[in-house]
């Protein structure tokens, strides 16, 4: 009865984010040559835009790929041309993360950084998807053998986002108080690290379980796991302090509740291993302590369980709270026992609290670089405008 399982590894599914048509050939006043580069560019940035929608993320992957060189290239070529080149130039994208119970709002900008950001994002998400498709396939016999590129996956799409936030966000600044979409805050970016670094771990835990480990070791990385979503979830509530009350600005529900569920119950299987590895070492009163922290963790977070609820989360994560809740009942007979044990054979005293249990986080992002750029000239007509 006092054996630890921990739960099915989740990959929060974001929705990825979505564009107009761009032609870049039509928005600018150059040359036929010039033109007919545009007519490439634009017709490889659709090619990405609809295998991104596809159902195998890898062949979406490579498309955006082949794109990014091409963007940073007329990126840099338009900003070496005087800024009345680029004055009507519409790029538009909705949100990521964005509460998808209302229509998405579609934002516009003439920010080069804009369509940069929005693409490496892309890039990011995809790379999530893809991740969760390989691990989907993973049986219980092989997953030792087969996790290692799923986990590789979530490590690139941290590295992503690390990327967006310390190279990109900072040179796209829009005033927040009119475009109020989550995007707009280059914090959005660390909460997206974060929460990817700690489904990582997540993987990390269910090896390191396989593995044999012991069960104090395993309870560290499962308070590892949970300080990742325990900055993610900071970072959130510093965010939402910024961001407007009206449901269609704010950030998802169903994202915010998913990665400070996570907090919470990591940190409470945490407390469920650093017990039964004191339990094991004839220690139970500090067994007690700890499962009663693990029971108390988790029995705060069964209400916020609505089977009926018509969001997304709830719905797509049935079987995580099931295994929550299948876990506070085992903490609560175990609880019982330790207690019943205490009495009749150890006679330890209970101490009203223990620390916190030591966080160990193993994975760790992969950086991301920056393509190759692809070199783009840009001849103009006979003055410096663009076409509106």
Same mark, same amino acid.
């Given at each position: 009865m006092d054996s630890v399982c921990v739960p099915p590894i989740h990959i929060f599914t974001l929705d990825l984010p979505e564009t107009c048509p761009l032609s870049f050939e039509n928005q600018f006043s150059v040359d036929p040559a010039t033109s007919n580069e545009f007519k490439q560019i634009s017709s490889q940035r659709q090619d990405g835009l609809s295998a991104a929608g596809a159902k195998y993320s890898d062949s979406a992957i490579q498309a955006?790929? =082949?794109? &990014?060189?091409l963007l940073f290239g007329l990126k840099q070529a338009a900003e070496a041309l005087p800024p009345d080149f680029c004055r009507y130039l519409k790029i538009s994208w909705n949100s990521a993360l964005s509460n998808k119970t209302f229509p998405p709002n579609t934002y516009s900008h003439s920010n080069w950084y804009f369509e940069v950001q929005s693409t490496v994002l892309m890039c990011g998400i995809l790379k999530? =998807? $893809? !991740?969760? /498709? =390989? &691990? !989907? $396939?993973i049986t219980d016999i092989d997953f030792d053998t087969h996790c290692t590129e799923p986990l590789s996956r979530l490590r690139e799409a941290a590295g992503i986002f690390h990327f967006i936030y310390e190279v990109i966000s900072c040179q796209f600044i829009v005033d927040t108080k009119v475009y109020n979409y989550p995007e707009s805050y280059g914090s959005s970016f660390m909460i997206l690290y974060h929460m990817t670094l700690g489904e990582a771990q997540e993987v990390v835990i269910r090896r390191a379980q396989r593995s044999k480990m012991s069960d104090d070791n395993i309870a560290k990385l499962c308070a590892g796991a949970a300080s990742k979503f325990g900055l993610a979830a900071h970072l959130i509530e510093e965010m939402l302090k910024n961001l407007p009350d009206h449901p269609k600005m704010g950030l998802s529900l169903n994202f915010q509740q998913y990665i400070t569920v996570n907090n919470h119950y990591w940190k409470a299987l945490s407390y469920r291993f650093m017990a039964t590895h004191l339990y094991k070492a004839y220690e139970p009163g500090a067994a007690i302590t700890y499962m009663q922290k693990a029971f108390t963790a988790l029995d705060t977070m069964v209400p916020l369980y609505k089977p009926k609820n018509t969001e997304r989360y709830f719905q797509s994560l049935d079987s995580f709270w099931k295994k929550i809740c299948e876990e506070r009942d085992t903490c609560s007979g175990l609880l019982q026992e330790y207690k019943a044990k205490n009495t009749a054979i150890f006679h330890q005293q209970i101490p009203p609290d223990r620390p916190e249990v030591e /966080? =160990?986080? &193993?994975?760790?992002p992969i950086n991301f670089d920056l393509p190759a750029v692809q070199e783009v000239k840009i001849t103009v007509q006979t003055k410096w405008c663009c076409i509106q």
């Open positions: 955006v790929d =082949k794109y &990014l060189p999530r =998807k $893809l !991740a969760q /498709e =390989k &691990l !989907a $396939l /966080e =160990k986080v &193993l994975v760790t």
